[in-house]
């Protein structure tokens, strides 16, 4: 079992930066391929970024390429977003998700979501 606790969500103005954080339990973190997922208001919950168990591999939707980084610390059991250039589209409550297969289509686990708002 691993849970996930997302935190670094907030209120920034477009083209502004946040990192969001996605902290696991478990002492099998490194074994997990880690993702991230965002969901808007009255809109489905769609893939953002992923990572591979050890980091050397990583994936993207287009619209956030060149924008958004994925990396994690698996000494420290937690992975990261990295958001800059951020637009009101980015708007959404955005999920962490673990998986012991690729999470481009979502893992084993979810977090409870952090709430990211963006201001034009």
């Known amino acids: 079992q691993v849970q996930l606790v997302e935190s670094g969500g907030g209120l920034v103005q477009a083209g502004g930066s946040l990192r969001l954080s996605c902290v696991a339990s478990?002492?099998?973190?490194?074994?997990?391929?880690m993702g991230w997922f965002r969901q808007a208001p009255g809109k489905e919950r769609e893939f953002v970024a992923a990572?591979?168990?050890?980091?050397?591999?990583?994936n993207y939707r287009d619209s956030v390429k060149g924008r958004f980084t994925i990396s994690r610390d698996n000494a420290k059991n937690t992975v990261y977003l990295q958001m800059n250039s951020l637009k009101p589209e980015d708007t959404a409550v955005y999920y962490c998700?673990?998986?012991?297969?690729?999470?481009?289509?979502?893992?084993?686990?979810w977090g409870q979501g952090t709430q990211v708002t963006v201001s034009s």
């Open positions: 478990g002492r099998t973190f490194s074994s997990y391929a």
């Open positions: 998700t673990a998986g012991t297969a690729v999470v481009v289509n979502g893992g084993d686990y």
């Open positions: 990572i591979s168990w050890s980091g050397g591999s990583t």
